[in-house]
Every structure is written in C-alpha cells, then in structure tokens.
C-alpha cells in the first residue's frame, strides 16, 4: 500500500502540515525536523501526489505535446527532440496523440486534458480556423505544422510552399517533365497538403509544365501502403509520371516499394522525392532524396512560444532539400 501524508507525520513524529512544508520545499523547517521527515519519507517510500502539488502551487513544470500519431517517424522523432529540449529547460514533457479524431482534438482544445500541464504544444488534423477562435482554455497553446487560422494562437511551422517548389524544381532540373505530386488530402483541414501542393504547381508553371490532374494522387493516410497504391495506380496510366514528389517520406518509401515490385528502376524510370526526412529514408535502397524541417530548431521555437508569453505569432522554421540517391 503506498504511503500518505499522514503515516509520514506519524513515522517522523510531527504533524501533518510540518510533513508537507517539507514536501513543498517550506523553508521555515528546522534543518532537524526536515532531516528526520526526510528520513521517514525515505523509510516509507513515500510519493507525493503529483495532482494535489499541483493545485496548491499553480504550476507543474509538465508540457504536453499532441500529435496525430505517435507511431509516425515524424512525430515520434520530433517528440524525442522536443523531450530533450524540454528536459535541459527543468520541464518534463508528456506525450498524447489524437489520432486526428476532431471530438479529441476540440475536447483537447477546450481544456478537457490540460489542467494540470503549463502548457501545450498541439499539431491539431481536424480543427477549424472557428475553433481556434472560440478557444476558451487560458493554458498557452503553440500549433505544429500549417494551419488556417494559425494567426489566432501561436504557431511554429517550416514554409511548406516554399520547401514543396524547391522539390520539384530538383525534379524538373534532372530533367523530369511528368512529375506527379502524392498526398493530396482534400477533405483534411489540416492546411499542410494544400501548401505542398500549391508550392508543386508553382514549381510546374514556372518551367512551362501544365497540372495534370491524373497525376495528382489524394491518399486517405499518409503512411506507406497509401504510397504503395499510389504508385501502382500511377504506373498503370496510358502515360506514367517519371518522378514523384511525396508529401511525406512513409508514401515515398511506400512508392518506392511498389517500383522494385513492378521492376521500375528508382531513380532512371522514376524518380521519387519525400518530405520529412525520417531516418528510415537514410537507409532504403536506393537513399531517399528528402525535405528536411529542422526538428530540433521547431521544437526550440516552439517551446519559446510556450515559456515567454509574448502575443501570438507565426514563426517559420528553417528547412532544407537533402539530395540522395532516388532523384
């Protein structure tokens, strides 16, 4: 049975608020009296209630960060960035996923989860710009990732229109003239797909290259199998692409997958570009060409949105294109 305030009162010989001056670091104790609570803290294995301290103080020194899916490469490696970066700052990070469910994501954004953290670092799928606007909670919020409506709270996110064109303009450079953009998400509001795709078909006009729509692939996920069908659905048209910008790297790894199926050579056939740069991309055969946002300059952006308490902005992060073997 874990230990209560009160068997350590009894165990040390003091009283009940004298154990929990010591507790909450009082410092009104005798050295003695805190050296003999201590002692039977130790003797009892006495925990303190984490939700308790927390109500009485007002603050935790607990962030959480929300993300879609915790098993996406993505988000899993920029939560081990952002723990980190959190641990160096005396904050302690907890981690929830929504799963890109909208009834989570309002519960969450209405304050059904956050009493008892100093704030939340949230990358929403399915909120709406109104939403954000209605929001109530007073617990600072910081969005991931593009969104409409980002102007209302604080948001940190890389330039996806701007990181879209530069991958197709590799592509273009190397001579490509059927590029096909995959992860196109139109019934999504998150913002993320439409920005890429706005950033592919300004890349297209500027060399010359008219949209086609046969080569703009929506997915219902973002995960590999939906880049493994798209490539097979793209490879049967009258007129296949010859390279492929993904919109993130799981549906190139997928695609590339469905090239080596189809004994499509990867980069001579069909070229093939991803967004994220997840490390799975650094070791398939051949290395995965890749935008990479830089995660550990995201998640210190965003955690000096949620700790300085300055009127909301937009921040931009930095990114790069990194060129390997499938382009």
């Known amino acids: 049975m874990n230990a209560k305030l009160r068997d350590v009162a009894e165990h040390a010989g003091v009283s009940v608020r004298t154990v929990s001056n010591v507790v909450n670091g009082f410092q009104y104790v005798s050295s ?24 009485r103080r007002g603050r935790t020194g607990l962030i959480a ?20 970066l959190a641990e160096a700052r005396g904050l302690t990070l907890l981690i929830d996923q929504t799963g890109g469910d909208a009834e989570r994501e309002k519960a969450l954004l209405q304050g059904k989860r956050s009493q008892l953290v100093d704030g939340v670092l949230f990358s929403p799928w399915a909120v709406a710009p109104a939403e954000l606007a209605a929001r109530t909670d007073s617990v600072p919020l910081v969005l991931l990732g593009e969104h409409d409506g980002a102007d209302i709270v604080d948001h940190v996110a890389i330039d996806n229109v701007a990181a879209a064109r530069e991958a197709t303009e ?3 450079r190397t001579g490509r003239r059927r590029i096909a953009a995959v992860g196109l998400q139109p019934a999504s509001l998150n913002a993320t797909a439409r920005q890429r795709l706005a950033g592919y078909r300004e890349a297209l006009a500027a060399a010359g290259l008219a949209s086609d729509p046969d080569l703009e692939v929506p997915v219902q996920r973002l995960h590999r199998a939906d880049g493994y069908r798209a490539m097979q659905a793209l490879l049967e048209l009258p007129q296949p692409p010859d390279a492929l ?32 740069d997840i490390e799975d991309g650094r070791f398939s055969v051949p290395a995965l060409t890749t935008v990479s946002p830089d995660k550990d300059r995201i998640a210190e952006l965003a ?25």
């Not at 201590?38 to 308790?52: E, K, M, T, V």
């Not at 960060?65 to 980190?84: G, K």
């Not at 937009?314 to 499938?326: D, G, K």
Request: charged share 20%.
């Open 303 to 327: 955690l000096d949105r949620l700790t300085q308490g300055q009127p909301p902005a937009s921040i931009v992060a930095p990114h790069r294109l990194v060129v390997r073997e499938t382009s």
């Open 170 to 172: 590799h592509l273009v």
């Open 32 to 55: 003695a009296t805190r050296e003999r609570v201590q002692a039977s803290i130790d003797a009892l294995g006495y925990r303190p209630n984490l939700a308790a301290r927390t109500l």
């Open 245 to 276: 910008f993904c919109f993130t790297d799981e549906i190139a790894l997928g695609a590339l997958r469905a090239a080596a199926d189809r004994g499509v050579a990867v980069p001579s056939d069909v070229a093939l570009v991803g967004f994220d």
């Open 65 to 84: 960060l929300v993300v879609p899916e915790i098993d996406s490469p993505y988000f899993a490696e920029l939560a081990a960035r952002t723990s980190a």
